[in-house]
């Protein structure tokens, strides 16, 4: 009956075997053979199945010539859900092979990219099996893609790829959807990246925002887990070139560090995981104490990426070092902005009791670094300064009634307000920096201020030990007064006795004794000099 359907100016052209272009060529028979493709007919999808029709589609598939007309009708054929004789004889491993040659051109020269796109993301997600057993089975296949992620059209195909890969391994599918390790895809990617980062690390990016984008899907910790130290590598080669820096930081903030978060209640992934970003800390040091800013605000963007995952274990000194480089740095906006995005994920992280002890000594150091800083042309700081203290204000944090009634914070508030900063420099002379790896338990042991009484409190030793002196001194002295008033003569034939028995130490020892007792019997009969005084 379907075939008796037919018009018969096609069924003649479709009995004769001419080739599948002449039921497009003519424009009657193009209306026809739409009409027909549409519609479903066994004699139609047996004809489009043939080894020579079959030559013809292909022909048109790969042709570099635009033939937007020929290709349109193609890819409805191979769409349609009325011609599946038509489609199983497309999805074989030599026609799958020879349709995926249109990736043999140089990148940016794909031939009708968006048809491309298309009918292979159709096929992908309505023929999964047989298209990832193709692929598994075809590493090339696989490394044609990546030579071409520049291109949107192939982007999307790949993305297309991913998101069915990641729901099939979620539900524990077959082996046929691991094609990322059995193809070496991720490996395929970053190697392209490497060698043309201009034109492919944007979509680079976004494919592997894909892969990971449903953070605590068991693909996406094993993808971590598999490929995080590859892709750290790679990116961190970025970090160290001007052009890319702040982009890699962007990447591993969102395919690394962000899955690895959401994940930390489990512990051996988070030990995996912690393993994989040991190199992390020395190539935060290496960029933070760079002389070139666009490398130190990198360094600050991966600090604050760090500290917004709670991967605080990473940043012993990480955040005092971004504060410090206000200092070398004061007019880049770009850096104190970053740094006020870091105080305000620190406030929030406070309100986290798993953190709130390491934040509170974070904050509390950090105030004490920031007073200094501000003091370093403050005029350069003063928006951003105010913007942090506003952020102290407006905190929900159980740190709050802290901070705000610490000297520290008096003091930088009050200094900004009355746009003097006097005060504050006297107040600092006294509150030296704290070494790099040292942090206030409490910032009101610091901040107070003792030092302004201790001085009072050493006069008034020095005026008791001066009251004792002159006591001692008056009780040694009075004794004296008495002995030479009442006798001088005895004390002249002393003299005489000593001069002429200076050779006899013995018997003048004894007459220094009779001196002393002399004395107190004098003494005896006196009144007491120390009440007299």
Same mark, same amino acid.
């Given at each position: 009956k379907k075939s008796m359907s037919?018009?018969?100016?096609?069924?003649? =052209?479709?009995?004769?075997?001419?080739?599948?272009?002449?039921?497009i060529r003519d424009s009657s028979h193009q209306r026809l053979f739409r009409v027909a493709v549409s519609s479903g007919n066994q004699t139609l999808d047996a004809h489009l199945a043939s080894e020579a029709a079959m030559k013809d589609i292909l022909a048109i598939l790969v042709s570099p010539v635009n033939n937007p007309q020929g290709i349109f009708d193609v890819v409805n054929v191979l769409k349609s859900s009325s011609l599946p004789l038509t489609l199983d004889s497309?999805?074989?491993?030599?026609?799958?092979?020879?349709?995926? #040659?249109?990736?043999?051109?140089?990148?940016?020269?794909?031939a009708n990219p968006d048809y491309f796109h298309k009918l292979a993301v159709h096929l992908v997600q309505t023929h999964s099996n047989k298209m990832f057993d193709f692929f598994s089975s075809h590493p090339d296949v696989i490394t044609k893609f990546t030579k071409h992620i520049g291109s949107h059209a192939v982007l999307q195909v790949l993305v297309a790829m991913v998101h069915v890969e990641k729901n099939m391994r979620d539900l524990s599918a077959s082996d046929l959807y691991q094609w990322t390790e059995k193809t070496d895809f991720v490996t395929k990617?970053?190697?392209?990246?490497?060698?043309?980062?201009?034109?492919?690390?944007?979509? =680079?990016?976004?494919?592997?925002?894909?892969l990971t984008d449903d953070k605590t899907n068991h693909f996406v910790r094993e993808f971590t887990l598999n490929f995080g130290r590859e892709i750290l590598d790679v990116l961190t080669e970025f970090l160290h070139n001007k052009q890319y820096t702040s982009a890699a930081v962007s990447v591993i903030d969102d395919v690394l560090l962000a899955p690895i978060c959401a994940n930390t209640g489990e512990a051996l992934f988070?030990?995996?995981?912690?393993? !994989?970003?040991? #190199?992390?800390?020395?190539?935060l040091q290496n960029l933070l104490d760079s002389p070139s800013v666009v490398y130190v605000v990198s360094g600050v963007k991966a600090v604050h990426a760090l500290l917004k995952n709670k991967l605080i274990n990473f940043l012993p000194d990480g955040i005092r070092k971004s504060l410090r480089s206000m200092g070398a740095f004061p007019k880049s906006?770009?850096?104190?902005?970053? !740094? %006020?995005? !870091?105080?305000?994920?620190?406030?929030?992280?406070?309100?986290?009791?798993?953190?709130?002890?390491?934040?509170?000594?974070?904050?509390?150091?950090?105030?004490?670094?920031?007073?200094?800083? #501000? =003091?370093?042309?403050?005029?350069?700081?003063?928006?951003?300064?105010?913007?942090?203290?506003?952020? %102290?204000?407006?905190?929900? #944090?159980?740190?709050?009634?802290?901070?705000?009634?610490s000297i520290i914070f008096k003091e930088l508030e009050g200094s900004l307000d009355n746009r003097n900063d006097e005060n504050l420099k006297k107040f600092l002379e006294s509150h030296p920096l704290l070494p790099l790896g040292e942090f206030l338990e409490n910032i009101n042991e610091t901040t107070e201020e003792p030092k302004a009484e201790e001085p009072k409190a050493e006069e008034t030793k020095e005026e008791e030990t001066k009251e004792e002196e002159t006591k001692e001194d008056a009780v040694s002295e009075e004794p004296k007064t008495e002995e030479t008033k009442p006798e001088e003569g005895e004390k002249v034939e002393e003299a005489v006795v000593e001069s002429e028995n200076n050779e006899k130490p013995q018997?003048?020892?004894?007459?220094? %004794?009779?001196?002393?007792?002399?004395?107190?019997?004098?003494?005896?009969?006196?009144?007491?000099p120390v009440e007299s005084i």
């Open positions: 037919l018009d018969p100016n096609l069924l003649i =052209v479709i009995e004769a075997g001419k080739p599948f272009l002449a039921l497309f999805l074989t491993a030599d026609n799958l092979d020879k349709y995926f #040659s249109i990736l043999d051109c140089e990148p940016g020269k794909l990617l970053l190697d392209v990246m490497k060698e043309r980062p201009f034109d492919t690390f944007t979509n =680079v990016h976004k494919l592997l925002s894909e988070t030990l995996q995981a912690n393993q !994989i970003l040991d #190199s992390l800390p020395k190539t906006n770009v850096l104190h902005n970053v !740094i %006020v995005h !870091i105080f305000d994920t620190l406030f929030g992280l406070s309100n986290d009791t798993e953190h709130d002890y390491i934040i509170e000594k974070q904050i509390n150091t950090l105030l004490l670094e920031l007073a200094h800083i #501000s =003091v370093i042309e403050g005029h350069c700081y003063r928006g951003h300064l105010v913007n942090i203290l506003k952020l %102290v204000h407006d905190t929900n #944090s159980p740190l709050k009634d802290t901070i705000v009634n018997e003048e020892e004894q007459g220094e %004794v009779k001196e002393e007792t002399e004395a107190t019997e004098i003494t005896e009969g006196t009144e007491n």
